[in-house]
């Protein structure tokens, strides 16, 4: 754990460093694009103020001043599958983001979905020395927290306080300089597969450029796709990338739960390519152009021209109608739905007072989903788009973005995490097991 513990320290400290300069770099490492944006901050000072166990979602002091993203190359199931071809497309994003901003940047922070996320609600008590909460007590909680087994080749990507309580008064999002007795703490915490880390960050050096953070993609789109008050009152965000989906729940505008499904839109293109015995590309542009899932009487007549370039000219001159897409089309986004529902059954998801689904992500621009969602999902479902950040070029506003968005409001306001305060290194323990949705119910 020391070891997990010092390495995201040395990421914070490189974060700070890169805010004093004013420059840094956002890296969206997904199956299907690679974005990155350059941020530009207006001044190092005004940040420590804001900076806080609170929300991020407050617009920040920076401007987006690069921007660039490249077809995916050597990434599945948001995990690098082929080293070379992810560094190829990495630097082929930060060198077009590069040369729109006029500016070299070292430093990125960046986010990937996959690696098998775990969630696990901890807690912890400790007895006040002063009557004031100071820092060091924020520590002596955090490391009284149980911390759980959780096994080999895991890595805890996040965890943070989401709530306190002093003496008996619950909810609080900071009791630093509060008085009382005794201060509890619940801590979530996110363990993802270490080797997809290790990957990550071994393809990012290669690149060239230092690491001053990382997230989990479920997470920064929930920050930037859910709107305050939903972060406050409960909400799933479901962002569905191109080789996997990831779910995040948040509450008292912090993430209390996320997960991951292995599927994606690349499956819902995959499955129209042998469907329709097209080439990949063919098959995306039908699913981007003419794509549902909701058919009506008129899609039995709209005939969809599939082209193409065997030579075969009756092969390539084939049409098929659009509701033979929608029905191969269909199933999988269904498929996808279901696997998600069964993950927001297992979070515990019921127990919160509010119920908002909101879908994201570049496979939520599917015609037709919001009205099938819900009834999958059977919840109140929106489609969500990202905030709008300055300086955000017009083509990165759909909800393909939303994780981009959400990495530069982490960047700029990232939330008190278990490092970022010092707890003796002794204080590691490892005994009980706490599954989150257990804690839903008793906490909230």
Known sequence: ????????????????????????????????????????????????????????????????????????????????????????????????????????????????????????GLDGVVELNDSAVTEDDVARVLAACDMPDIGDGREVLHAQPVNFALDHRSGLSDPRGQIGNRLAVD???????????????????????????????????????????????????????????????????????????????????????????????????????????VATGMDDREMIEIGGDTGDWEHDRRTVSRAELIGIMRPRVEEILEEVRACLDASGFEHLRSQQIVLTGGGSQIPGLDGLAPKILGQQVRIGRPLRVQGLPQAATGAGFASSVGLCLFAAHPQDEWWDFDIPAESYPARSLRRAFRWFKDNW
């Not at 805010?19 to 190092?44: E, H, N, T, Y």
């Not at 479901?238 to 080789?243: A, E, P, S, T, V």
């Open 1 to 120: 754990m020391t070891d997990i513990y010092s390495q995201q320290r040395a990421m914070r400290s490189m974060r700070e460093a890169a805010m004093q300069r004013g420059v840094i770099a956002i890296l969206d490492i997904g199956s299907s694009k690679i974005a990155c944006l350059i941020l530009r901050f207006d001044g190092p000072d005004q940040f420590r103020e804001s900076d806080g166990v609170g929300s991020l979602a407050g617009q920040s002091a920076f401007r987006i001043i690069g921007a660039a993203t490249t077809r995916s190359r050597g990434v599945r199931f948001g995990e690098i599958d082929a080293m070379q071809e992810t560094e190829r497309a990495i630097r082929t994003a930060i060198q077009a983001a590069q040369k729109m901003a006029n500016i070299r940047v070292d430093h990125v922070i960046a986010c990937f979905s996959g690696a098998n996320p775990r969630s696990y």
């Open 187 to 293: 801590m979530h915490v996110l363990t993802v597969d270490s080797a997809v880390i290790q990957n990550l960050l071994y393809c990012i050096k290669r690149c060239d450029l230092e690491l001053a953070g990382l997230a989990s993609s479920a997470y920064v789109s929930g920050i930037s796709a859910l709107v305050e008050d939903e972060q406050e009152l409960g909400a799933a965000c479901i962002d569905l990338g191109g080789g996997s989906t990831g779910l995040s729940i948040f509450m008292k505008k912090h993430m209390i739960y996320s997960d991951s499904v292995r599927l994606g839109g690349d499956h819902v293109t995959s499955d129209i390519s042998k469907g329709l015995q097209v080439p990949l590309s063919t098959a995306e542009r039908i699913k981007t152009f003419y794509g549902g899932v």
